[in-house]
């Protein structure tokens, strides 16, 4: 384990006012699962804490413990202290938010820095990880069932449950200890992968429709339209995961899911790479980040192919620059 000193765990220790912790919009398991862990260890430490999000918990997260008491976001409420967590900065909670103090913890590279008390390791293999680290650091016997499965949530997710190149040594030594401490790894992964809907499964056949190959191969991508949800009686966070189907094909090295998001105007783009694209250099070019096997942004762009256009343009750079050729 990380033998470290972590500047947020004294602050956090003398914190007398409110905390909100708080996770990017349209949370995935790491962000959820991070921000849940914090959440209940604060409070097991007699904190004034709370935790919110722009969205509602999707469904495929549920399960994770006391998410029904994560507050919706904009609340108009004051917290002394803001912790957004699995985020690049603030403006990843998609909303406004009214805080004193402003702390990022989380594993992605670059984004706004806050100051010492941000907890940010681009090596780690999930926010989660550094959540459990924090704990550790503090008082590693407050680990309990509940706080052991909210972690375990983050780090499994995020490594495509131990599949991911993030995968190492220390994160088995992680999962290990989360299991010794309650977490049930066969519930964790039925709850998040095994509960679809028929709806869902509709979504995803029309979605397959638009998988197209470019780049001879080297890129797949699909199309998520708004209307595919409306039509199928799903939304947007069933969305989520679908990028891995192009992803699976075989000689590809870039895949991305193109999601229409008509109320905000934009393209959403997920992106993911299998082993030499830095898929984070692509996304940052196009205003978003994240990591090199994953990454997102967003395209302002009235039609898909106008979307489309703008973001193989940064692919075929991306693939030149790494010299990545069939």
Same mark, same amino acid.
């Given at each position: ?50 935790? &919110? ?35 690049? &900065? ?54 309990? &069932? ?16 131990? =599949? ?22 066969? !519930?964790?992964? =039925? ?33 998520? !339209?708004? =209307? ?61 980040? &994240? ?36």
């Amino acid at each position: 384990m990380r033998e470290e000193t972590i500047p947020l765990v004294e602050l956090l220790k003398e914190a007398k006012g409110s905390v909100l912790i708080l996770t990017h919009e349209n949370p995935d398991g790491d962000a959820l699962g991070s921000a849940m862990a914090l959440y209940l260890f604060l409070k097991k430490k007699g904190k004034n804490a709370f935790v &919110g999000c722009k969205d509602r918990v999707p469904h495929f997260l549920d399960f994770i413990p006391h998410c029904e008491e994560v507050i919706s976001l904009p609340d108009g409420r004051y917290y002394d202290i803001g912790i957004i967590v699995d985020s690049a &900065g603030f403006y990843r909670a998609g909303t406004e938010v009214k805080v004193g103090k402003r702390i990022r913890i989380d594993h992605h590279v670059g984004g706004e820095f806050y100051g010492m008390h941000d907890y940010i390791d681009p090596k780690a293999p999930a926010t989660a990880s550094l959540v459990y680290e924090l704990i550790k650091s503090w008082d590693c016997s407050a680990i309990d &069932g509940d706080i052991a499965t909210c972690i375990y949530a983050g780090l499994a997710t995020d490594t495509g449950f131990f =599949r991911y190149s993030n995968t190492t040594e220390y994160t088995f030594d992680v999962a290990r200890d989360l299991v010794k401490h309650g977490a049930n790894p066969n !519930y964790v992964y =039925r709850m998040f992968s095994e509960r679809e809907s028929v709806n869902k499964m509709r979504l995803i056949s029309k979605v397959l429709d638009t998988l197209s190959l470019y780049e001879e191969g080297l890129v797949a991508g699909i199309t998520i !339209y708004d =209307r595919f949800f409306k039509e199928t009686g799903t939304e947007y966070s069933d969305s989520e995961g679908l990028v891995n189907y192009p992803r699976s094909l075989e000689g590809v090295e870039v895949a991305f899911a193109l999601i229409e998001k008509p109320d905000e105007g934009v393209w959403k783009v997920s992106l993911r790479s299998k082993v030499e694209v830095d898929v984070s250099k692509i996304a940052e070019r196009l205003g978003g980040g &994240g990591h090199k096997y994953a990454s997102g942004c967003k395209i302002k762009a009235k039609s898909q192919e106008k979307a489309l256009e703008m973001l193989l343009a940064e692919i075929r750079k991306q693939l030149d620059i790494q010299k990545i050729r069939v």
